[in-house]
């Protein structure tokens, strides 16, 4: 919020009670960072937060598209968390320009709508990114990468940090569970979890392969002398190899897969 204003202001209601504060930016080398001051607590019914502020802060430099664009596709995994630029609120339909849909025709059971959300400004962490399962509009369990058994991508790289996979089954309707935190395990929900992750894992291969690309050629400058050593086909195995190491172990390191070619080297004097 500080990207706007010196200051914002925070309306929660919890336990019967709204709270309103306001949030400003510190003066001096010795003061905190920012001085919270309650305005208010009086009794009040429902629960929620709002948050909202005036753009005095280079607002003429940012276009309300752009913001709307940037803010909706951090946040796009959760439908009933709702975000207004301009008191315009942003939906799937704002969007479109940050997405792309895919829809999955799967047999003896129906269409399954996926949609890719790109936030183009890579996140400190992976929260609120991931998977996100809706049925009827409502978001199921948690946003994640998790797959069956072994994660889809490791949560702490870039691509992990950048991208949101909504996909709407209403179909589901029936496995989920009654406090809404996940799938009931059955042949349905089975069929259409593993079409949907096999959709992602094929589109984030996609997505990265440049970078792909990129690490393995740094991989093998890096081993340039030893390989050079090789026959041609041997050479064009470790090629290989350094390209389905990072397939099938997404979070490898640089450092690991420096060191990889040299035990595909071995292993390919062996053969």
Known sequence: MFCFSNQYNVETVKDGWLTRVRVQLSTGPAAAPYVLEVSEAVPAEGHGTYI???ATRGAFEMDAGFVRDMIGAQFVADPEFNISVNHEPVTLTNLERVSE?????IKEIGKVKVSRFDSEMTGKTSKQHGLAWWVN????GMPT?????EPLIDARTMWAKRYTYVIEADMLKPDVKSDWTGFYASDLSNRVRKAVYDHVKKDLRDLSFDDRRERKRAALASNRGAIKELPSIAQEQVAKFAEELQLECPGISDRDLRA???GARASSSVA
């Open 137 to 140: 509009y409502r978001l199921v």
């Open 145 to 149: 990468w998790d797959g069956f058994g």
């Open 260 to 262: 990889a070619p040299p």
């Open 101 to 105: 849909t895919t829809v999955l025709e």
């Open 52 to 54: 909202w502020t005036k």
